[in-house]
């Protein structure tokens, strides 16, 4: 399909740069087949049937940007998926000065030695030392917000929780899982008294999800590989919950392609360890998930082009008008939605 068909406007107001206060409180636009209603989050339990179940991503993102030096050069690296004990992708700015087996120093004690360059434009970085990766990028690294709220004002300290969910727990994720910061204990309390159930995998997001797509047709792109993980007992209770009739919601677009590259044909979800590339376009046969509860996307990109695979493109294109329209926040920090098609 041409990429420019998932194209809209949206206003440079629209793109929120901090959260909503309590994050529970941010609206919800609901799209039930063709049918659009504006809640807040706080109403999912009221949209939902008893017996369905939410599947969170229990990913943590890690302090995965640097700015680094070599030489005289300054240096800019975006960790975007681990390698190995000490490797690691990264995509590079002010890459044209790097050069295989160049040592970059980011401060803090911290250096990495540059090593092959990727198909995909990125260099595998080796981290020098015996300390633990995780203990150096909490010395040199910084949150990694997205370019469309970095660019417009520096990371603080509040990014640094605003930025990680209530399940995060498995660390290895430069983005986080945006959808999931809507939920807080008391959003949860209200579901599990509704009879909604709630399970978690784990999908390590990464940096590509913020690359613009650079081909005018959706064949030649090329998504980037991301970890994840169910395990047998998860997908024996995900499996229970549609056997009895329940619908699995996932509670964003990363646990959403994590499921759907585990489903087999008959929609059972199987047991799940690896590298996925799944890339989800209109005409996709959806075999796990029966909804999802997302944030508003870019125009242009893959997860627009998730979305209107779930719903269909005229609809997800009257859903954002309407967002639009009604004054809704976009992005990362921004309202969510529920898309029951």
Avoid at 26 to 39: E, F, I, K, S
Avoid at 130 to 156: C, Q, S, W
Wanted: net charge negative; charged share 25%.
């Amino acid at each position: 399909m041409r990429v420019d068909l998932f194209d809209f406007d949206l206003p440079a107001e629209s793109i929120a740069l901090r959260p909503a206060v309590p994050r529970d409180a941010a609206r919800m636009l609901v799209a039930n087949g063709a049918t659009l209603a504006d809640r807040t989050m706080l109403d999912l339990a009221d949209e939902l049937r008893p017996g369905d179940c939410l599947v969170f991503n229990d990913t943590r993102v890690i302090p995965a940007q640097l700015e680094g030096r070599r030489g005289e050069a300054k240096i800019g690296a975006t960790l975007h998926k681990r390698e190995g004990p000490r490797d690691w992708r990264a995509f590079v700015r002010n890459a044209k000065r790097l050069r295989d087996g160049d040592r970059i120093d980011f401060g803090a004690a911290v250096t990495a030695l540059a090593g092959d360059r990727g198909e995909d434009g990125s260099w595998l970085l080796h981290f020098e030392g015996d300390e633990p990766v995780e203990l150096l990028l909490e010395r040199a690294g910084r949150m990694p917000l997205p370019p469309y709220i970095a660019g417009k004002r520096p990371t603080d300290a509040r990014d640094a929780e605003d930025y990680q969910t209530m399940f995060a727990r498995e660390a290895g994720a430069v983005a986080a899982p945006t959808a999931s910061l809507h939920f807080t204990p008391r959003l949860m309390e209200r579901l599990a008294g509704a009879g909604i159930g709630h399970e978690t995998l784990t999908l390590h997001v990464g940096a590509g999800t913020f690359l613009p797509m650079k081909v005018d047709d959706t064949d030649d792109h090329r998504m980037h590989a991301e970890w994840g993980r169910i395990d047998a007992a998860t997908a024996d209770r995900l499996n229970a919950v549609k056997a009895r009739g329940g619908r699995l919601i996932a509670a964003g677009t990363t646990s959403l392609r994590l499921l759907e590259s585990a489903a087999r044909d008959d929609g059972t979800v199987a047991p799940f360890e690896g590298d996925t590339a799944i890339f989800i376009t209109p005409g996709y046969r959806f075999r796990a998930v029966g909804g999802l509860v997302t944030n508003f996307h870019l125009p242009k990109s893959t997860l627009f082009m998730l979305v209107s695979a779930l719903m269909g493109l005229d609809r997800m294109k009257a859903a954002y008008a309407h967002a639009i329209e009604n004054g809704y926040r976009f992005y990362s920090y921004g309202d969510g939605s529920l898309l029951l098609p």
